[in-house]
């Protein structure tokens, strides 16, 4: 049961234009979200978190959307650039465990 | 270097063979976490230990892994008479607090592939 679910495997993006990234969750008392970035061969790498209580954190080009009635959240990175093509994973803890989607993988056309 | 480091990075073992992962966390950091990757999905949850303590292991698979760090840093994970199955990536990661609500530091993992 993937209770972190990110529904599209890949995404194309024209440089300079916006890359939005969509998840879905489905555990009402997830509490905290956060994105990662993942290159080959590389661990994860944090990108920005937001917590139940907000709706949207912002840090420089990205920004992240929590829809808690719809269960919902997505990363906008605005301008796009070649630089961001890699595999976003959203991640949700509850309690003392963290969930993960399946990924993302982002390419930035230049 | 400051950040988490993982070794080996890659280790191959034929069916049956235990193996030893080991991982040092970035310095101070009090929570450390164990996770196995598959090709294609994202991580999932192993192990959780705060300092020494391990807080929680309900993501092992199966009685033959086992995860532990003695001394509150360093931790190993190690896995009894390997199955293919047990072939993935096993990332380990630390975050400062003992909390879920902070980021976790990833590794770069170790690619376990068993024949």
């Known amino acids: 049961d993937q209770q972190v679910k990110q529904n599209s495997p890949s995404l194309s993006v024209q440089e300079g234009r916006i890359s939005i990234l969509n998840c879905d969750y489905t555990n009402s008392m997830f509490d905290y979200f956060l994105w990662y970035k993942k290159y080959p061969a590389e661990g994860p790498t944090f990108l920005i978190s937001i917590s139940s209580i907000k709706d949207k954190n912002e840090d420089g080009r990205f920004t992240v959307f929590l829809n808690k009635s719809a269960k919902h959240l997505s990363l906008h990175i605005v301008p796009s650039q070649p630089g961001d093509s890699a595999v976003y994973f959203c991640?949700?803890?509850?309690?003392?465990?963290?969930?993960f989607g399946t990924g993302t993988s982002l390419t930035v056309i230049p | 270097g400051a950040g988490v480091s993982q070794s080996p990075r890659y280790k191959v073992a034929k069916r049956g063979q235990d193996v030893a992962l080991r991982c040092d966390p970035i310095?101070?950091?009090?929570?450390l976490f164990w996770y196995q990757q598959a090709l294609g999905q994202g991580p999932e949850f192993l192990t959780y230990?705060?300092?020494?303590?391990?807080?929680?292991k309900s993501g092992l698979p199966s009685d033959r892994f086992f995860a532990e760090r003695p001394e509150g840093s360093v931790s190993t994970l190690k896995i009894q008479r390997t199955q293919q199955e047990d072939s993935a990536v096993y990332l380990c990661?630390?975050?400062?607090?003992?909390?879920?609500?902070?980021?976790?530091?990833f590794g770069d993992g170790t690619r376990l592939s068993i024949l």
């Open positions: 991640a949700a803890s509850a309690g003392n465990q963290f969930y």
């Open positions: 310095s101070g950091h009090v929570s």
């Open positions: 230990f705060q300092n020494e303590a391990q807080l929680d």
């Open positions: 990661a630390s975050s400062l607090a003992p909390s879920f609500s902070q980021p976790q530091h």
